[in-house]
């Protein structure tokens, strides 16, 4: 079955930074394009940032653009998502997704990370 499976979340100052993981499995990894999503306690989902299946194009939130750099590996089958210049506000349950080239909807989920940004 299809597991996606974040890693490298935790608490970190203001300021700082953290590097998140997504490792995929089960999946043709080249055949699905990336996003990475973030929900706050008591705020819905919210996308974050997207990576084409080669990683020649990306997008981002504007919350998080020029701080925020998501990357991928296609022979370890893994996306990152660098964050720089960490906010209180980027405080959030972080997740990554992927959806088939020809779709509009992520099809799979992880089960997210938890990032904590103190002021």
Known sequence: ???LVESG???VQAGGSLRLSCAASGLIFERYE???FRQAP?????FIAWIYW???ST???NSVKGRFTVSRDNAK???YLQMNNLEPEDTAVYYCAARARSSSVYNYWGQGTQVTVSS
């Open 1 to 3: 079955q299809v597991q």
């Open 9 to 11: 979340g935790g608490l």
């Open 34 to 36: 990336m996003g990475w």
């Open 42 to 46: 008591g705020k819905e989902r919210e």
């Open 54 to 56: 080669s990683g020649g």
């Open 59 to 61: 997008n981002y939130a």
């Open 77 to 79: 089958n893994t996306v």
